[in-house]
């Protein structure tokens, strides 16, 4: 049997009641399979949850579990960014919630997280530098992920706030996760694709079958901004992979900026036709990449050359600050 599966999973940024009284999302279509749980006591939100797991109306597809999973209290970003400068760690790293679903579908069941980790966030308010921080928050984040990735139950993860280009080429993305989350093993989807230069694509063979069916392995989906898809390799369906290659594509529209991707899912004796998004329902700030050139040879700063070049460039710069001058330019 053939299961259609949309999920749309993510931080709304606000109750979902007023995302579907937009009328962006139709609620003849979409029902909510899980949210935090929210409350006074639990986080600085008191009861306003904007963390959602939202999927689409079958018959064939149930709740079966939902759970908000955090430790302590959700605290403010100003708040978590005090207590790692001053190394009182939280027991928290991020302003939100984990929050997971399990979902029964015809004889089988997926289990889906979506978090934003605030790694992004937390980037931005430190000058987009990777400063100890940073590098704090992003190590405990990783911590969180290692227990995520690694439980049996998860077949899907949304992330939100991960990264940013900076933490991305650092520290989150897939060489630097195979090398730090070292029991589990990462592949980047897109490089499954035939239009990719041969250096740089993965062939779809018995190695990669072999691959995907060892339970650690986890497939990027898709990626962008921060906002991204991770699937158990061992639960897609290979022969569907063959031939239907991973399908992505990217909303920027302002307040739904959603990644999404399309992919062929086997389980137990169901097939699945996932359609699945992870939102942040946030402006983009985009973080800029770090310079190559920051790596420091000498003391006044860069290799021989480089300093040749700069020697040159504001030699140039003074000689035409000259001509203009003399010509009454400036």
Known sequence: MVVRLDILAGDFNKNIIDVINSGELSKALWTVACKTNETNSNSYRNNNSIDYILINKDKHIKVEECNSIWNGKLQKEKDLTERYRNGNFPEHPSDHGILYAKLNLH???????????????????????????????????????????NSTNIDIVCLQEFGG???????????????????????????LHPERPTHRQIKIDDKLKHELSNPNTWVLVNNNLGRVIFVRGNIIDFEKLRTVNISRWNDTQSGRQTTFGNIYLHKGNTSINLSIGSRHSQYDVET??????????????????????KRYLFKKSRKLRKFRKSRKLI
């Open 107 to 149: 004889n089988t069941s997926l289990g889906v997280v979506t978090w934003n980790v605030m790694t992004q966030g937390l980037l931005r308010t430190q000058g987009h530098r990777i400063n100890k921080i940073v590098h704090e928050q992003l190590n405990h984040v990783l911590y969180h992920l290692n227990n995520i990735f």
């Open 288 to 309: 800029p990449a770090l310079a190559h050139s920051t790596k420091v040879s000498k003391a006044e700063g860069g290799s021989k050359k480089s300093r040749k070049r």
């Open 165 to 191: 280009v900076a933490v991305w080429d650092r520290h989150y993305n897939i060489p630097s996760l195979n090398k730090q989350l070292h029991n589990l093993n990462f592949i980047n989807g897109s490089r």
